[in-house]
């Protein structure tokens, strides 16, 4: 595949406009996540639709279950038939019109407003299999797998996702409390729209014929013939796939973020700051604000490292204990309202979680896309991203799920109960670790 060669900050330009482009992606995800649960929950403010928080927390767990599941068929429509680019481009349509539909008065159409609700997630879902998967391995096509800035590379991609979920939440936050959630539904459609045009009129340009030709068409045409899987791309395999089990633990209790800790937030959290009421929505921008800055320390801090850099095993351990460790800030805010007898908790405790999660994040989550595009076989390399993704959706049913059951089981009982799993699941990574590296290193 050839490319343009210039680069920017050491790094081939079209880094950043696939940076570029996600940021806007992101924008419109984050967005919609920060309000979903409040818009469906809510009765008299803003038109909301009047669910109750259990089947609010099941809708959210089966929509970002699916968002996370559909990578896997917009991926293999990528590698074989569509080619990465176009597979962008549909996806960022798509996704656009659903946020435009989530955007309809409900006024116009009362009757039909869970339908409305319905069929714009149904277009988020779609889009979002075909866009997310893709724009994640062409950051891997701009380099050769034996390119030292390719790590890097991903945690500059990752900071663009953030900058996208940051703005994502402030903005949503204000435009939803201020105006409605409809506004804010149409301003997430409007950044899905400048992804688009991102796409369309500079790809050429920046990525030369990156994501033009289907994966598994390429690498027919490079070889004459197609390649069964050897023992290395096998063993490659399954390290992918094991690792994958460990992080649906990591994301069940992550993605408790957009649903039972929205809730806790909104209803159990002191938010005051003088006269100011903080948005609940605001406080998703934690999450991306604190990635930003600890983005470039992390990036440091493992080059730094030089030959004692932690394998990506062991990051993806240290991801675990990290989320561990934040929910038991959340389970000190449940204690601290039992204890004073007191309606709501300090805020600290969920900036406290906030950070700790982040930090999980930030071991895992680049660690991983990075693995992932320097270990999956080429002609597999967007089926493999999605699968990757898959065991996200996974983590979000498991999320969802997790999150119903807190009328039944009470805060404390969920928060207290994903640190424990965490803790266990670390260890038992540790306990495969050497495994695992025979089987990343074997030839």
Request: aromatic letters at 14%; one cysteine or more.
């Amino acid at each position: 595949m050839t490319q343009n060669h210039q680069e920017f900050l050491g790094h081939p330009k079209g880094l950043f406009l696939l940076f570029s482009s996600e940021l806007w992606e992101r924008f419109s995800f984050y967005a919609l996540r920060a309000i979903l649960v409040l818009y469906v929950t809510d009765l008299t403010i803003n038109g909301g639709l009047g669910w109750n928080k259990s089947d609010a927390l099941r809708l959210y767990g089966i929509y970002t279950g699916l968002i996370y599941i559909t990578p896997i068929i917009g991926g293999w429509l990528a590698d074989n038939i569509l080619g990465q680019r176009k597979a962008i481009i549909l996806g960022a349509v798509f996704m656009a019109v659903g946020q435009f539909i989530l955007s309809v008065p409900n006024d116009l159409f009362p009757a039909s407003a869970n339908a409305n609700l319905y069929l714009g997630l149904a277009f988020l879902i779609c889009g979002n299999g075909l866009f997310k998967p893709n724009i994640s391995t062409m950051v891997g096509d701009l380099y050769t797998p034996d390119d030292l800035r390719r790590d890097s590379a991903f945690t500059i991609f990752y900071m663009g996702i953030n900058i996208g979920s940051f703005l994502a939440g402030i903005v949503a936050g204000f435009v939803s409390t201020q105006y409605s959630f409809k506004a804010a539904f149409f301003i997430a459609g409007i950044g899905m729209l400048i992804a688009l045009v991102l796409q369309t009129f500079f790809a050429q340009r920046y990525l030369g014929n990156i994501g033009v030709l289907p994966n598994a068409k390429q690498k027919a045409v490079q070889n004459n013939s197609e390649q069964k899987l050897n023992t290395q791309e096998i063993n490659h395999l399954k390290v992918i796939l094991i690792l994958g089990l460990f992080t649906v633990i990591f994301w069940a209790g992550f993605e408790q973020a957009g649903g039972l800790m929205t809730l806790y937030t909104e209803e159990y959290t002191d938010r005051t700051i003088g006269n100011y009421v903080i948005p609940t929505a605001f406080f998703q921008s934690l999450n991306p604000l604190f990635i930003i800055v600890l983005a470039p320390v992390f990036a440091w801090f493992w080059i730094k490292l030089g030959t004692k850099d932690p394998h990506f095993i062991t990051k993806f351990v240290f991801a675990l204990f990290f989320l561990a460790l934040g929910f038991l800030f959340m389970v000190g805010a449940v204690l601290q309202t039992r204890h004073t007898q007191t309606e709501q908790a300090s805020m600290l405790w969920l900036v406290g979680a906030y950070l700790f999660h982040t930090i999980g994040e930030l071991c895992l989550s680049p660690t991983g896309l990075s693995m992932v595009t320097r270990l999956a076989p080429s002609r597999y390399l967007s089926l493999m991203m999605g699968v990757w993704f898959g065991f996200a959706a996974l983590a979000n049913f498991i999320a969802g799920l997790i999150g119903s059951f807190v009328e039944n089981l009470g805060a404390l009982a969920i928060f207290s109960g994903i640190s424990v799993v965490a803790i266990l699941a670390a260890a038992v990574l540790w306990f495969l670790s050497d495994q695992l590296f025979r089987g990343e290193k074997s030839d």
